[in-house]
């Protein structure tokens, strides 16, 4: 079993997306001691925005210059980790009610029509699915909790509806929010991403577990 882990924050050692990412899977590995994991911190190694330069995997044109070479070597790593892998784990803190720019670099590559979706006469259909994702998120404030809350939240919603798109739906949600809100709420959210965590590597492979 391979294992993908992907951290995005770019808060370092500060960040509690990145301890809980790295807690999850620790104790993904416990229960599954096999499993090969290959780390992608993308706030060390951030793909660069697409380009013209970048669009080769898009137009389907073969790759002229060197700077197309490159783009297309990138996309093309990043998106063979995806589709290798049978389980990712991903750190996805909130950003500006959305994901980290980073994370969202990342999206760009390995959205590839004809390698994880493709359009038929019936619409898109996923082409990456048979995989696990445990998402750890961490916020500041509380927006699961109120129609106010969860019309600003563009985080969760938003990779949902990415990994569904792809053809992945055994997705769980470890969400750490009210961070910023004091020591007590802090200490809870954590605790309570924690239980989060512990369920859904106990949750077997292809068992979808509502957000």
């Given amino acids: 079993m391979k294992l993908l882990h992907i951290d995005s924050s770019i808060l370092g050692a500060n960040s509690v997306s990145r301890q809980l990412s790295a807690e999850a899977v620790k104790a993904w590995v416990a229960v599954h001691p096999n499993t090969q994991v290959q780390y992608l911190d993308l706030a060390v190694n951030t793909p660069p925005d697409l380009s013209a330069d970048a669009l080769g995997f898009r137009t389907g044109q073969e790759a002229k210059t060197e700077a197309e070479r490159a783009q297309n070597a990138i996309s093309e790593t990043l998106v063979s980790q995806l589709l290798e892998a049978d389980v990712l784990v991903i750190g996805a803190p ?55 809350g969860r019309a600003m939240e563009h985080q969760e919603s938003y990779l949902q509806t990415i990994f569904g798109f792809i053809g992945i739906t055994d997705v769980h949600f470890a969400r750490a929010e009210g961070l910023a809100m004091g020591p007590e709420a802090r200490a809870a959210a954590i605790s309570k991403a924690q239980a989060e965590i512990a369920q859904a590597v106990a949750t077997p492979l292809q068992q979808t577990v509502a957000a």
């Fill in 94 to 148: 909130f950003y500006n009610f959305s994901i980290p720019t980073q994370l969202r670099s990342w999206i760009d590559r390995v959205l590839q029509g004809g390698r994880t979706f493709r359009y038929t006469a019936n619409g898109p259909e996923g082409l990456a699915g048979g995989k696990k994702v445990i998402v750890v998120e961490s916020r500041g404030g509380i927006y699961s909790t109120s129609e106010g």
